[in-house]
């Protein structure tokens, strides 16, 4: 029988909540444990007992725990707990710590052995760190749309085939594909949207029911291993969206457990969320362990490397106002949640937070008062890059500074520049469609679009989709548009984005991105002419990069930091690229003249909507 202090618990720093609570197979049956503290009576309901209540009873202890045997409970098998609530209510609810559920619209739990001894990533797991200074460029895909499953994508070499059975992929279907894809396009990381169990296929898993149940449509929790140990074998990590504020307010699930309001708010203007689901009561000591040990659990049990974290700022200010204030049950939970996760994890473990708010900090160590996470999606930079793009060139002149703006804040935070599944859904328009023009004019400033986005300091997330240049919006029900490869314009994007992605990898230029005197404006003032201009300075070598949202080409002349030939690395607008341009290198020669307060200057030819990467090697002197 199972046996656990349960003091940490209480004090809401227990992050192991899932090796006493929950359903625990033993030798003749199956150990039950579960938090109901003003439940009248418990019994577990299931295969093993035909769903009779009275058989397998629940003993109460002084703190509020139920647990039970139940002889004869395999694996595999189904259960519930029905509980007499407070009320008097009789309600059949599903285990809050289950390992696994079955398939919506169903959604009884499920006993689940965990056991996987099939682990062959111990030196990725040794060497893994939060990638501060290395290449770090997340791939954000959506499992079951990553292919589609509903119908058989046409025959294009390099595409992924369809799962002939015509429902979710599984982990299986895809994982050789994606590491191949992830490898192509320079892709250090995968970053899975929720896997926890959801009954709402539109919500995308962002309303969770069951917080360490393994999502049944994409295979089983061994499954799931198997796919992350796989991936790490291939040098790829795996970043699990975590979803820490909000739960689902169906009855069989976690709203009013016992009858009370045990995971969520008593009053119900804190309770409920803008996404019709219920928030959690994060000053509740036990509902801190048992976030805290959910995260945990994907990290300890799959291996994850890291939680991007969801909605952080409705967590920060309540229901996300910052003129409400600070909910201070809520940051201090995030700062003890952090904090525990990279002691247990020897700070080798990416904390990401999707936060929109201006609140200080978030980046910082908890020791030195701050929330303790690694990065934070830069969404100031997401909006205000993609609402000059939108803009008719003519305007941008007045909107410069959208695109100069992100680099006055950069240094307050360690930001990951995101262009997320937030932004091409319900409307919005993909990443190439909203651009302004044109069919070539939309895929020109795109182009240039990514090439600033992986020039510009900090780390880079995309969603699947956005390297084949996609023009219908992502849907959850298809998987993305393969088949576009054999559109000469996508064809040759996808190349521009390996390519660009690949020069992105090759030097600490690029990536020692949060150190100041790595970025330096060339000339941030030109908009008359819509051109940007800046460098990016590795510890070996310089890269100038020259981006042009105009309609109109220039012969312009950039000051530079020292003599030497500038190589040519990168043009958008060559043809192999979906460009108007021949293919030729065209390097540029120093002068040594001053210009933008530089010794030295190189003249360029700069196309319309384009953009240019030059790279020179830093003289041994310097």
């Known amino acids: 029988m199972l046996k656990m202090d349960l003091t940490p618990f209480f004090q809401g720093r227990e992050i192991g909540l899932f090796k006493y609570f929950g359903a625990h197979p033993e030798k003749d049956g199956v150990f039950f444990a579960v938090y109901a503290p003003n439940a009248k009576e418990i019994s577990i309901v299931g295969d093993f007992n035909e769903w009779t209540t009275d058989i397998d009873t629940m003993t109460k202890d002084k703190d509020g725990v139920w647990t039970a045997f139940v002889k004869g409970a395999k694996v595999g098998q189904a259960y519930k707990y029905r509980i007499t609530q407070s009320t008097g209510r009789i309600l059949d609810k599903i285990d809050p710590c289950a390992f696994s559920a079955k398939l919506r619209p169903e959604h009884d739990s499920i006993i689940c052995d965990l056991t996987f001894d099939q682990w062959t990533d111990e030196k990725w797991m040794q060497e893994r760190n939060k990638g501060f200074d290395t290449p770090l460029s997340i791939y954000e895909i959506n499992l079951g749309s990553w292919r589609d499953r509903n119908m058989r994508v046409e025959e294009v070499e390099g595409a992924p085939e369809q799962n002939e059975d015509g429902l979710f992929v599984h982990y ?21 949207m929720p896997l926890s169990e959801f009954p709402f296929d539109g919500s995308w898993g962002y309303q969770v029911s069951g917080f360490f149940s393994v999502t049944s449509r994409y295979g089983s929790p061994l499954e799931l291993k198997t796919f992350v140990n796989r991936m790490h074998e291939a040098g790829i990590g795996v970043i699990m969206d975590f979803v820490p504020v909000h739960f689902v307010k169906d009855e ?19 309770a409920n969320s803008e996404w019709g689901t219920s928030n959690f009561d994060l000053w509740k000591e036990s509902v801190r362990s048992f976030l805290m040990s959910a995260a945990n659990y994907w990290l300890e049990e799959y291996h994850f490397d890291g939680l991007r974290m969801d909605a952080i700022s409705n967590a920060i200010f309540w229901k996300g106002n910052k003129m409400m204030g600070e909910n201070k049950g809520a940051t201090d939970f995030i700062k003890r949640m952090n904090y525990t996760l990279n002691q247990k994890y020897d700070n080798k473990i990416l904390l990401i937070a999707e936060d929109s708010t201006d609140f200080p900090n978030v980046c910082k160590s908890t020791l030195d008062g701050g929330l303790g996470f690694d990065y934070k999606w830069d969404l100031g930079w997401m909006n205000d890059t993609l609402n000059y793009l939108k803009l008719d060139p003519i305007y941008r002149k007045w909107h410069h500074n959208d695109i100069t703006f992100s680099m ?15 932004e091409v859904v319900h409307g919005k328009a993909t990443i190439v469609d909203k651009m302004w023009g044109s069919y070539d004019d939309k895929f020109a400033q795109a182009r240039a679009l990514y090439t600033y986005m992986f020039a510009h300091p900090g780390k880079k997330l995309n969603f699947m989709g956005n390297e084949l240049g996609m023009l219908r919006e992502w849907d959850e029900m298809k998987g993305c548009d393969w088949f576009l490869r054999k559109y000469p314009m996508h064809n040759s994007f996808e190349k521009f984005f390996n390519e660009l992605t690949g020069v992105c990898c090759e030097s600490d230029a690029f990536y020692f991105g949060y150190d100041p005197m790595n970025f330096q404006w060339i000339n941030a003032d030109d908009a008359d002419h819509n051109v940007f201009s800046f460098m990016r ?10 981006i042009n949202f105009s309609t109109n080409p220039y012969t312009m002349q950039f000051g530079v930091p020292h003599g030497g030939i500038y190589e040519q690395r990168i043009n958008t607008q060559w043809e ?6 021949t293919k030729q290198i065209e390097n540029a020669k120093a002068i040594h003249l001053p210009l933008n307060g530089l010794p030295w200057r190189i003249r360029v030819n700069v196309p319309a909507l384009g953009a240019l990467i030059y790279k020179v090697d830093r003289p041994e002197e310097q």
């Open 576 to 581: 192999c690229f979906g460009g108007k341009l």
């Open 408 to 422: 006055a804040y950069f240094y307050s935070e360690r930001f990951i520049c995101p262009l997320s599944h937030d």
């Open 172 to 192: 299986d279907d895809i994982v050789e594909e994606l590491i191949v894809h992830c490898q192509k396009n320079h892709f250090t990381h995968v970053e899975v």
């Open 252 to 270: 069989y699930a976690l709203a009013h457990f016992d009858g009370t309001p045990l995971y969520e708010y008593a009053k119900e203007e804190d």
């Open 537 to 546: 300075k590795g510890s070996k070598d310089v890269y100038i990069i020259i």
